[in-house]
């Protein structure tokens, strides 16, 4: 077995929490910390994820950056050059396609929902924050643990929707044993969730359980609340 090299220890725990906690387990430093391991190998990247968002302000400053106004940081190389235009580009690319997306139409979730959840063995919850015109202003995952189902912070949730300016809500989440009906403890959540939303001028346009290709809106019709 070769020799570990240095950080290989602290990178894996840094993996680790991302896996179990998504995005919104990490600061934006250490989110930049973990783009830069696919370009950066062997080396102690937060230094450098520090100085980047210190220069540009935040993640999203460093992303959008060109290459010419990253160029000459230390340990900057043309793979992240690389990675950087990529990320921009899929950004961009699914921006357009988000654009033209209403989550809040039944036949549009029943298609494009089963997909984000496809592969999944534990709990996933996905948050679609929208402005008054149902345009997605924001996209949030919530992972589960090993061992509890997806827990939703409304702390978080309305810290988010404040700062993205968003409206409305719409959340879809996976039943990973294949059956796509609510539980009681959805039901119950969803209602809460609804009503603390409402207390603050938010409106929850639909909850989504998914399971293999069924899409099923909790508040629609067929499953009044």
């Known amino acids: 077995m070769g020799k570990e090299y240095p950080h290989a220890g602290h990178r894996e725990r840094l993996r680790e929490k991302y896996r179990l906690g998504g995005e919104q387990a990490l600061t934006e430093t250490e989110f930049l910390e973990l783009l830069l391991f696919f370009s950066i190998p062997r080396v102690d990247t937060r230094p450098l994820a520090e100085t980047l968002i210190e220069a540009f302000g935040s993640l999203d400053g460093v992303l959008a950056a060109s290459p010419e106004e990253i160029r000459g940081f230390a340990n900057l190389n043309g793979s992240t050059e690389v990675l950087f235009s990529v990320i921009r580009y899929l950004t961009d690319r699914s921006a357009m ?3 033209e997306c209403d989550f809040r139409d039944p036949a549009f979730a029943a298609d494009y929902l089963p997909g984000q959840f496809a ?16 345009s997605l202003l924001h996209r949030q995952t919530a992972m589960s643990s090993e061992e509890d189902a997806v827990q939703l912070s409304l702390r978080t949730v309305l810290e988010t929707a404040k700062k ?4 409305a809500l ?15 403890a ?30 099923v809106p909790i508040l629609g019709k067929e499953n009044p609340l």
């Open 170 to 184: 719409v959340i879809a989440h996976n039943h990973p044993n294949g059956i796509a009906k609510p539980s009681s």
């Open 97 to 99: 396609r988000m654009r």
């Open 164 to 167: 993205v300016g968003a409206s």
């Open 186 to 215: 959805d039901l119950t959540a969803t209602t809460r969730m609804r009503e603390e939303l409402q207390k603050e001028g938010l409106s929850l346009l639909e909850h989504y359980i998914i399971a293999g290709d069924a899409c």
């Open 119 to 134: 592969g999944y063995k534990k709990e996933r919850a996905v948050l679609f924050y929208l402005d008054g015109g149902g």
